[in-house]
């Protein structure tokens, strides 16, 4: 039970390490309202589309789709 809810915790930490660090989410301005939560849930999205997509490493999916972005019209389609 306490292993499950470890396994959890840091599946998430991971999740927030990767927004943080990849995308500069602490280093964000975006304060007000609720834009700072759809941010959040663009950046989410954006990770999840790009794991369905086999990427192991994020940074380097969002790399090759900034150079080529019909690239990531596909990988919205699967």
Do not use: K, Y
Request: charged share 20%; proline share 3%.
């Amino acid at each position: 039970m306490l292993s499950a809810w470890v396994r959890g915790h840091w599946g998430i930490e991971a999740l927030h390490h990767v927004r943080d660090v990849t995308f500069g989410e602490d280093l964000s301005q975006v304060r007000t309202g609720q834009t700072p939560r759809i941010m959040a849930s663009c950046r989410n999205t954006a990770v999840s589309l790009l794991r369905i997509g086999g990427w192991t490493n994020i940074a380097a999916g969002l790399r090759h789709h900034a150079r080529w972005p019909d690239d990531a019209l596909t990988l919205a389609l699967t």
